[in-house]
């Protein structure tokens, strides 16, 4: 095995900075590559050397093997780490950068290629004596063939691509007659994320635990494992919150879950980092699900109750080195919780969401780690996948990580792009979760019609904005720079004595009437029946603001962006806030059911309607391709098709007008 001294990390955001960040304590000499859109990325900032390698689509920089290579080769690289998504499950990748001399930091390509793929994966833990679940996996990938061996397994089934992972390419069918549509978005959607339309089909375990087993192996024939996760809260089977160890795990259980883990594993001849993942029923039988052949994204939480640097070891391992240490040796200490930040809306069906970052704050606190890779001033483009960061909270039992981690979250500061923050927070509160009883099912039991909508500001947080934006707008026009905390007491004298704020939260609008009270007390006002509220802005630091209401105190993070949009964090809710006074009277363009816009940014795969057509409220008029999803566009309302802009294969904004309807008077 060749022995290197430089790595190429092929791959971008947290993953790349994660891995960079070690080798470059290790003493290694890190070269990144990037895409048009990652040209100021933190990753390309951090790297001793970065090229750029395409466009900004995947499939014209990262997901072109022969521009890594080039890369390589260019750089002077000596070998390569794949993080994880992207090529790092690509076997013919790994396969190239052996034969170019690049030692690959991962297991062989043999390894990836079998257990990369979902269904001759499952056929050799069933030659295994590995528990599986009942399905269909085999090599006939007709539509008809796929539909008849769908009858004998018993619904709820899933179908999902054979080479993927991350939820993609995955759809959960409930009756026989969704089956046919559920094929054919999920073998697109695999084939443009992982250039297979391989599917297999499986039974669905209802309510179970999804719990994953960290395997590592070195060259010398030494195979442990380093504990399991449990990554159970999911979103369109996609992981949210992942944990170690398992809340209901027991020592005997882990001992056999363990063992099976590490004969997948040597069964293979694996090497390297690897995950073993397993579905856990309520009776406490377990199902080989996959085996990732790769990092995860959840290894810092495996990292924190064991001590261990799984990407140092990733080297170690790579350069053809032993682990240095036994099974006997892996103690597992504390909890740890993770949680994946994305720019997404969860009141909108967690769609992913883009734009300008106008300000990044990462939480501090004992216990508590940040793995990110943005920054204020960087745009969240609809290219890559929308998770941004994770926080992640260590303590010395289950509870104490918890609150830990709510308490960073409270404290993270995101504002741009809509994002889950708050949704988060709301996940770690439920009793289901705070009692380690969270399954698959935990966002669709937990979380009732309209509960995980953003939550609306208080009139309470309404009036602290108001009298704080009112005060910095005086600030801006009186000084040339913000007036900090020892001169606040100055300003009532040269203000108005009556100022106006109206902002609007979905559908309750707050009207404010804020007025001096002398000294920094303000008194603001929203209408005739309410009380008013006393608001005393005790000091501002930075982009922080320590502000009474009513005499309770309150830490709050602001920011007034150029586009005179007002963000305001205050008690764990972060919202928007935008004046409409400056802008009363100005004709604003209706968006009834008759206007269909696009939900984010993404490139139109189809077009399923013309001008004339007679539409159904629910039809699918578009699929949109976003951040490697894929999403059906529907109409809102029966009507006819007046107007069609939208074009298949074209790139469309968020907001784009795509189809305008004439709607049928009673579905006005």
Known sequence: MNRFTSILVANRGEIACRVIKTAKEQGYRTIAVYSEADASAP?????DEALLIGASPVNESYLVPEKILAAAAASGAEAIHPGYGFLSENADFARACEAAGLVFIGPSPDAIHLMGNKAEAKRRM????VPCVPGYEGQDQSDATLLREAQSIELPLMVKAAAGGGGRGMRLVNEQTELAN????????????????????EQAIIRPRHVEVQVFADSQGNTVHLGERDCSVQRRHQKVIEEAPCPVMTQELRTEMGAAAVAAAKSIEYRGAGTVEFLL??????????????????????????GLDLVALQLQVAQGDALGFGQED?????HAIEVRLYTEDPAQDFLPTSGMIDKWCEPTGVGVRVDSGIASGQEISPFYDPMVAKIIAFGPNREVARL???????DTVLFGPTHNRDFLVACLEKDCFAQGAATTAFIAEQFGEGEIASAMPTLEHSSAAAVLESYLQHAQLHAKSVIVSDELRDWSSASPLVMRKRYAHGDTLHDLSVVPQGGSCYRVAADAESEPRLVELLSIEGDAAHIAVDGN?????????????FYFSVDGCASEFRDLIPHDGAQEVASGGGHIVAPMHGALLEVCVSVGDQVEAGQKLAVLEAMKMHYEIEAEA?????????????????????????????DV
């Not at 892996?330 to 504390?334: A, C, I, Q, S």
């Open 43 to 47: 990753h390309v900032q951090m790297a």
């Open 182 to 201: 559920a094929i054919s978005l999920a073998r697109a959607e695999a084939l443009g994320a992982f250039g297979s339309d391989e599917l297999i089909l």
């Open 126 to 129: 069933i030659e295994a004596g």
């Open 404 to 410: 830990r981690l709510i308490e960073a979250l409270k």
């Open 281 to 306: 029923d309520e009776r406490g039988k377990f199902y080989f699900l996959e085996m990732n052949t790769r990092l995860q994204v959840e290894h810092p939480v495996t990292e924190l109750i064991t």
């Open 330 to 334: 892996v103690e597992l200490t504390g």
């Open 638 to 666: 029966a009507g006819t098709v007046v107007e069609v802009q939208a074009q298949a294969g074209k790139q469309i904004a968020a907001d784009d007008l795509l189809f305008e309807i004439d709607v049928k008077e009673e």
């Open 553 to 565: 105190q309150h830490v709050a993070r602001f920011l007034r962006s150029a586009n005179n949009t």
